[in-house]
Each structure stands twice: as C-alpha cells, then as structure tokens.
C-alpha cells in the first residue's frame, strides 16, 4: 500500500508509517501532549482524551515531539487565564521548528471561542466544556485536512456522554468520575455559570457504568466531580436519584476502596451527606468546603445563600459524623467593599476550623460576572497584604497538622512513583485517607506497588507532604 501524503502535516509521523484506515480514509496517528490547568474537572477532562487518543493509536510524549499539543485552560481567575496566554506565545518557537498544531479547551476557550485565531494562526481547534466528547474525531480530521479549523463551542442543554470503551487504555489507581456539568448558582464574583453553562447532571447508569469500567482496569480511588456535587439530580438530566443515594451506590462497587468527592458547595449539603461520612468505610474523611469569606456581609454580596452560623455548623456536624474529619476551602481576598473587619472575620473563621489547607487568591474581576459592576473595589496592595496574611497564617496550621502525623500508622494509596527520589533507592508516592501527600522509601528494584494500599507509618513531616515508611502492603 503507497503511503498518502498529508501536506502541511509535520513528516515525522508519516516517516515513521504511523497511519491508521478508517473506511476509506487514511488517519494519521499522531504524537500529543496535554497540557491542563485550573481545577480537578479539568484534571478529569485531560484524563479522558488521553485515554480516547491512546485508544485510537496515538502516543502520548512531550511538547517538544508533539504533532497536537492539548491545552485545557482555567478562567475562574485572571491570572490562569494570561498564564494561557503567556503559554502559547512560549509554543510559538516550538510549533514553528516541530510543524505541531495546538488546541485550546476548556474554560477560556469557552470565553474567547475563534478570537484565539487571529491571535495565534497555529491554534486550529478551540473546543468548549461540552465539546469535549467530540475532540478526538476533530483532532484525527484536523491532521488529515492541512488549512483546516474548527470549533466545538456549543453549550447542550443536556449532558454530552463520552465513549468510555476503553479497554486497553490504561488508568490511574486514583480516577476521576464527572457526575455533573455546569452550574446555577451564578455567585456574584464566578464565571463558570457563562463557560460551563447550567447545570446538567449525567443518569446515575452512566456514571455507574464508568466506575465500574475504571475499577476493571485498575482503579482502585474514585473521585465524584461537579462544580456542585451536593445538587446532582436536582436538573432535567436527573433520574430521580438524590447525590447520597449515588454516593451509596459507587460505594459498593467490588473492587473500589475509597471514595471522595469535589465540589461541595455550603448551601447545599443535605444531612444525609453528612451522616454517609459516618456510614460508608469507602468514604475518605476529607471534605474540600469552599468558604469563600468569613463575614457575613461579603457572603451576602457574593450570593453564597449561607452565613458564617450554618458553615460552621457543617463543619461541627462533620467532624461530630466523621471525628479526624479533614477539610480544605477556597478563600477569596478583597472581594468589593471588603472592610479590614471583614478580613478579620475570615481569619477567626481559619483560626477556628484550623483548614488543613487552603487556596486562597486576590479578588479579580471577571467578564460579565456581577461583581465586575460593584464599587468600593479593594486596592491591589491591600489585597496583596492581606493575602500575605491569610496564606502565612495557613502555612503554620498546614504545618502543625504535618507535623501532628508523625508516628501515626496510615493506609497509603500508591500512585506512582515519586518525582522527588531519594539517594540510594526509589520512592513511592501516595495518599493516606485524609488526602495528605505521602513519599515512602523502598528497596531499590522492588516490584511495581502502583495502586497497592501500603500501611505505613509517618515519620517526618515536610513543607507540603509527608515521609513514611513502609510496614506492608496486601
């Protein structure tokens, strides 16, 4: 068979012969490179074109050996947003030396669609959050049709199911699950509602199905995603089923051995949740319950539809239903008409609920958004000392919480091994229950431990993660 000619296409992939037939036409398949920024739906997203693109022949390398590098872009804040930017005029050398063609996904994708072209000529696909499913067909057209553009930029009014059949990519021991899109809830200072569109949740079947498929193939963690979980089934796209009744049901699941979830929002976590911490063995006692502020004031003007009383209420009830119950928040600093006493009331809020950590940023404003339009915005240098504050503050409870494991016994899930090795062997790195970083040691040349679950016991506590040493693994 003569080998077809791809014009425009970079040579290093057809050189090699790397081209499938699909009926009547050639595909090449190509090198990629996936580059994700912003929260754990992206991270989800990311996973699951590189599992499609894997099953369809590509190979997965670095920027540099490329022929489509991915970008999943973040635009909740402006700095991730000009760190795209930043990032492709930085690809510019490397696409004009390697003949690649970029795609940007994603959130900002979302914001600026087609207006990526005239800025950036190498970038040939921009795809939106419910253009996902469809990349990967776009991607293997785009590579075989030099010249070509395209856009996936349609919101749906229901969720848009992606093939999950699989069954030679591999997965991570630790997998994410999308059990939701978008969101309602239109806070004041938040632009998902514009980029992810409203909230459309999956059928309970499909989402059991896809859990089941990633145990099957070696995932031993599952993490349930939305922008707001606790509101699953609360939309056209539900089937009748409560978010707890789908927590119980994955739960169960043979072969899974823990359970999380990401993103809860305050207003919405029914009793029910709280108690399934008490209940399920699978559920890990850890909850990320983004606070946003401590005051009540600014909680108002942001729309969050709870006070300081009913969070911290939660976080009781929590740690009363799940006692060692670890939680993490989301911060904003300087959100409009923020007062220094304001400030202070988010900082008794930290100093009481002692977060394991947090992400906290500077307010910025975001196209469209309510909080654009608002007066009495906050200078950048009080924000900026006020941040500084807030995170020093945070850095010594991280810190004491580290530190308070030392000589503790864990479960660790190992998940690969660590980018930080050691002299004199390799090391594993891994998550105890309560989602702490954990590197253990081992024997140089031991067998491959991905996905086994380690007892180990803590015995130094680092900046950001923990050392532990190996006492067994099943």
């Given amino acids: 068979m003569t080998r077809p000619e791809f014009p425009g296409i970079s040579g290093k992939s057809l050189a090699r012969g790397v081209y499938r037939v699909q009926g009547m036409h ?3 398949r190509m090198n990629f490179h996936i580059l994700t920024f912003g929260c754990q739906m992206n991270v989800g ?6 599992r499609a693109l894997r099953s369809r022949g590509w190979q997965e390398t670095t920027d540099e050996q490329a022929d489509v590098i991915i970008i999943n872009t973040c635009s909740v804040r402006d700095k991730p947003e000009q760190k795209v930017y930043s990032l492709l005029g930085r690809l510019a050398s490397i696409v004009r030396e390697t003949g690649a063609f970029v795609a940007v996904g994603g959130c900002v994708a979302q914001q600026i669609g087609a207006g990526f072209w005239n800025r950036f000529p190498f970038v040939r696909l921009v795809f939106g959050t419910d253009g996902v499913a469809g990349v990967p067909q776009a991607l293997e057209r785009l590579a075989s049709t030099p010249r070509l553009r395209l856009s996936l930029l349609d919101f749906s009014e229901e969720y848009v199911e992606r093939g999950q059949d699989f069954p030679d990519a591999s997965v991570s021991p630790s997998a994410f699950v999308t059990i939701m899109q978008g969101c309602n809830n239109f806070c004041a200072y938040c632009i998902v509602p514009y980029v ?5 949740s999956r059928t309970s079947a499909s989402i059991i199905s896809e859990c089941e498929s990633l145990i099957a193939r070696g995932a031993r963690e599952i993490t349930l995603l939305g922008q707001n979980v606790n509101s699953y089934g609360q939309d056209a796209g539900g089937d009748g089923l409560s978010f707890t009744q789908l927590l119980r049901r994955v739960a169960v699941l043979p072969g899974l ?3 999380r979830f990401v993103t809860s929002h305050p207003k919405d976590i029914a009793p029910e949740v709280v108690a399934a911490f008490g209940e399920l063995e699978q559920l890990c006692p850890c909850l990320h319950l983004p606070m946003q502020s401590g005051s009540d004031a600014v909680l108002a003007r942001m729309g969050r539809k709870y006070d300081r009383a009913r ?11 799940r006692p060692g119950m670890v939680l993490t928040t989301d911060i904003i600093v300087g959100f ?14 930290l100093e009481e609920v002692r977060f394991e950590r947090s992400f906290s940023f500077k307010y910025s404003d975001r196209p469209g958004v309510a909080a654009e339009r608002m007066a009495f915005k906050v200078p950048e240098e009080v924000k900026a000392e006020r941040l500084a504050s807030f995170q020093a503050r945070q850095a010594e409870l991280t810190a004491e919480d580290l530190r308070a494991q030392e000589g503790r016994r864990v479960s660790v899930l190992l998940e690969e091994l660590s980018k930080r090795q050691d002299e004199g062997g390799l090391s594993w790195r891994g998550r105890e229950p309560g989602g702490r970083v954990v590197d253990i040691p081992v024997i140089d040349g031991g067998p491959d431990l991905t996905g086994a ?22």
């Fill in 26 to 28: 050639y595909i090449p």
């Fill in 45 to 50: 997203d990311s996973q699951w074109l590189s």
């Fill in 196 to 200: 992810r569109g409203r909230q459309k």
């Fill in 257 to 259: 051995a823990r359970l």
């Fill in 311 to 321: 969070y911290l209420d939660i976080v009781r009830r929590l740690r009363q239903a």
């Fill in 336 to 349: 409009p008409g923020e007062t220094e006493q304001d400030f202070r009331a988010t900082m008794d809020v």
């Fill in 453 to 474: 679950l380690a007892t180990v016991r803590i015995s130094l506590a680092r900046k950001h993660s923990l050392l532990g040493e190996m006492e067994g693994t099943p």
